[in-house]
């Protein structure tokens, strides 16, 4: 080896290569890092939130970017960005020379969970205020998912004739509740009960339209029927 003199060449000017291109990157990571090179000059969003507060945003901006464009810590700034009330997901890009861009996703509140928080359309749960008029999702610790799911099944299904959900419930012992947004309350139970609610959309529009409004619950945990309750007021 020592004697082949080509080979020596070869070795020594990939040596010279690879040290040259250590001092390249040496030198380009020193001035990458240094507050001077590229400093950022803005921040802006993608676009402009529904529902998130922008000077929300901006307080968190200001709080925890620093460094300019190669050395800001992108992903604290989305960890901070993704704690704010009605942002689901946020995520931010550089934008050569001096700019950083966030996109937000924010959440789409689908019903109000539990009372004091909300549960959005992939059955998340987060905290925010909002006074829109929302149905009511109640269920243990951990049912937020199985219970936006099976409101999408029974909305498709009281749709059919004209009706809507003001409240879906799961008990302990999953069993399911329905509160009407005319008022009447149906019993599902823990079987079968989307066969038990399409034998109530069957029947509703023949028999117990006309008294929807009088009425107090449909029970319809019966294998072959289902059990009516009194009028409104009384005993």
Request: proline residues 3%; contains cysteine.
């Amino acid at each position: 080896m020592w004697d082949d003199a080509a080979l020596l060449r070869s070795l020594a000017n990939t040596l010279y290569v690879l040290c040259a291109l250590m001092v390249l990157y040496a030198a380009a990571h020193y001035v990458a890092h240094m507050p001077t090179v590229l400093p950022l000059q803005s921040v802006r969003l993608e676009e402009k939130p529904q529902r998130v507060m922008v000077s929300n945003v901006m307080k968190v901006v200001r709080e925890e970017v620093r460094g300019n464009l190669f050395t800001s810590d992108i992903e604290r700034v989305r960890l901070s960005l993704e704690v704010l009330p009605w942002v689901r997901k946020a995520s931010i890009r550089r934008e050569f020379p001096n700019s950083l861009v966030i996109d937000l996703e924010e959440h789409q509140a689908l019903a109000r969970w539990n009372g004091n928080k909300l549960v959005n359309k992939y059955g998340e749960i987060f905290v925010a205020e909002t006074t829109d008029s929302l149905p009511e999702f109640q269920g243990p610790e951990g049912t937020a998912a199985e219970v936006t799911a099976q409101y999408g099944l029974y909305s498709s299904q009281l749709a059919a004739v004209d009706l809507d959900m003001a409240l879906i419930a799961l008990s302990e012992r999953h069993a399911w509740q329905l509160r009407l947004s005319n008022g009447v309350m149906l019993e599902l139970g823990r079987e079968d009960m989307q066969q038990r609610l399409a034998r109530f959309t069957r029947v509703y529009p023949y028999s117990l339209a006309a008294r929807a409004g009088k009425l107090k619950y449909v029970d319809l945990r019966y294998r072959n029927g289902f059990a009516v309750g009194g009028l409104v007021g009384q005993s």
